[in-house]
Structures are given as C-alpha cells and as structure tokens.
C-alpha cells in the first residue's frame, strides 16, 4: 500500500467521495510503505527524524503545504451547511465563514508555504497528511457518544468527562475544558463544530449561540475569539435597555473607527 492508497482509504473510512481538498501526497512512496512516522504537526526536524530512524513515510494531520494548504477554504465552507442544519440562515452562514476565512487568508501571503514539502522533496522522503478524513470521523465519534450518553439531568462537566472515553484523551496531557460558560450548566443543545477545517470562531459560535445552541463541542478556539464570545455572554446578561443602549454605543465607536 502507498501513501495516495492510504489517503483514498482515509476518505472513505470518512464516507467522503473522494480525498478531500486539505489532504494530499506530497512526496509518493516507489513501493508499499511499511512503517510510518505519523504526526498532528510536522517539521523539518520530523522529517529529519524519520529518515535517520529508518521509517518509510510521514504522515501529518495538518496540511504541510502545496495544494492541501492553498485550498483549506474549500473545506472551511463545508461550515456553511454544519450552521444551516442547526437553522442557521444560508446567507448569514456564508457571511460568517467569509468573515473566518479573513484573516488565514492575510496570514498565508507572509507564510513560507512549502517549506517543510519542499524540505522532503530534497530528503526524497515520502510524506503525504490526511486532515478532513480524521475530522469527519471525529465528529461523528463524539455525536454519537454524547447521543448515548446523555440524559435530561446531563451537564457540561458530564460531557467533558464522557470524552475520556476515548483513549487518546484519557490519556492526554491537556484535558477538556469550558472556555465559556460553567460545567455545572446544563448540557441542553449540542452542536458538535469539528470538521470545518478551522474552528468556526466567534463568527460562527455567536450565530449557533443565537439560534438556540447551548453548548459547542470544538477542538481549539483563538483567545481573542473566546474573548468576543465572553464579552457577548456578559452583555446578555444585562437588563434589555441598559444591553441597548450599550450595544448602541459601541455601533457608534465602530463607525469613527472606520471614518478614521
């Protein structure tokens, strides 16, 4: 088995047509690959350290260049039908991932894009990742824990610790945790925001937030993202004319700051 024959074998595992767009083979193997150095993240030195320990191939979760990294917004907007499911309007979906999708874009043109690819292509190591693959199963894993888990007395703390029963979190090292709100709140509406490519971020969590969701089960969230959600959660719970006049406010210091 070769690296592209485990990629379109991830993909299906995943119930995807065909190898998603943020995954890809970056340096293919001439013959079956047998032992494998896999990684969430790989660099230089990963690459470095599977060739002096005798392994056949890498495989990383993150995108590592090339293709893979210049179309991560073609899996970013699978986010778009994810919010509508949860009666999220189309529209505002769309302009909250096009709000996401910002700032990565900005991001990439001060990136030195293909550098560890290009460093494999010169160490002629094969390497290849398989992000969206790994997401997609992810997601539906823990869907389907919190589906069989969950009763009406359920909380936030209970599905934080319904997580370890996945080994690879029982056994790590950081352990989940509620980066917004308490885990004494009842659990109520989940929606499970994996396998978007990026975490949706305040753009999408406050429009979840508003259509009903209780609790979003994510992977990571920036700090200035958590930050706004905070800040909005704060704001809500003010009497409604005093979260008026507020909010007034601050739609005036928005508009000086972009006459300035």
């Known amino acids: 088995m070769r690296l592209q024959d485990i990629l379109e074998w991830s993909a299906r595992l995943a119930g995807c047509a065909e190898v998603p767009a943020d995954s890809?083979?970056?340096v293919e193997a001439d013959s079956d690959v047998r032992r494998?150095?896999?990684g969430v993240d790989v660099g230089v030195g990963e690459l470095i350290l599977a060739r002096e320990a005798g392994f056949d191939a890498v495989i990383a979760h993150h995108p590592l260049g090339d293709q893979a990294r210049m179309r991560m917004p073609d899996v970013v907007r699978r986010q778009v039908d994810q919010m509508v499911a949860e009666g999220i309007d189309r529209a505002d979906a769309e302009t909250a991932v096009a709000e996401r999708l910002e700032a990565p874009h900005r991001a990439m043109h001060a990136a030195n894009i293909n550098q560890v690819v290009d460093a494999a292509r010169l160490l002629g190591l094969p390497v290849a990742n398989i992000h969206l693959a790994c997401d997609i199963i992810s997601r539906r894993e823990i869907e389907s824990l919190i589906a069989r888990r969950r009763s009406g007395s359920s909380t936030v703390g209970d599905a934080l610790s319904w997580l370890?029963?996945?080994p690879e979190?029982?056994?790590?090292?950081?352990?989940?945790?509620?980066?917004?709100?308490?885990?004494?709140?009842p659990l109520g509406r989940v929606t499970?925001?994996?396998a978007g490519g990026y975490n949706g971020g305040h753009p999408a969590f406050s429009r979840y937030y508003r259509v009903g969701v209780d609790t979003i089960v994510t992977m990571h969230v920036a700090d200035p993202d958590l930050a706004r959600l905070r800040d909005a959660s704060?704001?809500?719970k003010l009497p409604p004319d005093e979260r008026q006049e507020w909010q007034a406010l601050w739609q005036e210091v928005a508009a000086l700051l972009r006459r300035a």
């Open 24 to 26: 890809q083979v970056y």
């Open 36 to 38: 494998i150095l896999f």
């Open 164 to 166: 370890d029963d996945f």
């Open 169 to 185: 979190i029982g056994r790590g090292l950081t352990r989940p945790e509620a980066w917004l709100g308490d885990r004494s709140q």
């Open 192 to 194: 499970v925001a994996i």
């Open 234 to 236: 704060a704001l809500a």
